[in-house]
T-cell receptor, first 109, second 120 residues
Framework: GQNIDQPTEMTATEGAIVQINCTYQ??????LFWYQQHAGEAPTFLSY??LDGLEEKGRFSSFLSRSKGYSYLLLKELQMKDSASYLC??????????WGAGTKLIIKP | GAVVSQHPSWVICKSGTSVKIECRSL??????MFWYRQFPKQSLMLMAT?????????EQGVEKDKFLINHASLTLSTLTVTSAHPEDSSFYIC????????????????FGPGTRLLVL
């Protein structure tokens, strides 16, 4: 079956760095997406990886290892506004997104 | 980036009434849109895939007669919750399939702002 695993909740301190891990199992693979969702709002696109390696975009970076079925989202210089849920989603061979349950990130001052 | 709108953003209705939610792609044409439902503290649950000009494809366990989807044009898909009941209260979110993300040819989904439905 298809499955996405990510931690339910993480806590970090303002100004620090946090890494949110995601493992996936899908029927075929067409890329790994990370979305950010603030409470009560719809998800917004953060990043996309289809090749192995690290993609850096400002304070956020995303890494993919296809052989391990593993990705992580790295958030640097954490700000209070980064408090949100981070959703990992893998695109399968039918180009459907398979969603993880999301990781709630709590930032403390 | 691609902009997707949803209307209304909030609906409060009595049990037994029907509610229509609109999802529009504002600056692009979307041949495929998706409808999701999200209960508090839970992940997105795909309800159905809406294809312009054809019948929607529903996920297992989603009643097609209760959740009517119409994708009549390349910029509009509607979800009608018929005879809504309190257990239908949820956050309904649509998304549009977009190709060519940032010139990469990547396909992704852009989300509308969501519609919060409360059935009394």
């Amino acid at each position: 079956g298809q499955n996405i695993d990510q931690p339910t909740e993480m806590t970090a301190t303002e100004g620090a760095i946090v890494q949110i891990n995601c493992t996936y199992q899908t029927s075929g693979f067409n890329g790994l997406f990370w979305y950010q969702q603030h409470a009560g709002e719809a998800p917004t696109f953060l990043s996309y990886n289809v090749l192995d390696g690290l993609e850096e975009k400002g304070r956020f970076s995303s890494f993919l290892s296809r052989s391990k079925g593993y990705s992580y989202l790295l958030l640097k210089e954490l700000q209070m506004k980064d408090s949100a849920s981070y959703l990992c989603a893998a695109m399968d061979s039918n180009y459907q997104l398979i969603w993880g349950a999301g990781t709630k990130l709590i930032i403390k001052p | 980036g691609a902009v997707v709108s949803q209307h209304p953003s909030w609906v409060i209705c009595k049990s037994g009434t029907s509610v229509k939610i609109e999802c529009r792609s504002l600056d692009f044409q979307a041949t495929t849109m998706f409808w999701y439902r999200q209960f508090p503290k839970q992940s997105l649950m795909l309800m159905a895939t809406s294809n312009e000009g054809s019948k929607a494809t529903y996920e297992q366990g989603v009643e097609k007669d209760k959740f009517l989807i119409n994708h009549a044009s390349l910029t509009l898909s509607t979800l009608t919750v018929t005879s809504a009941h309190p257990e239908d209260s949820s956050f309904y979110i649509c998304s549009a399939r977009v190709l060519g993300l940032a010139g990469t040819g990547v396909e992704t989904q852009y989300f509308g702002p969501g519609t919060r439905l409360l059935v009394l």
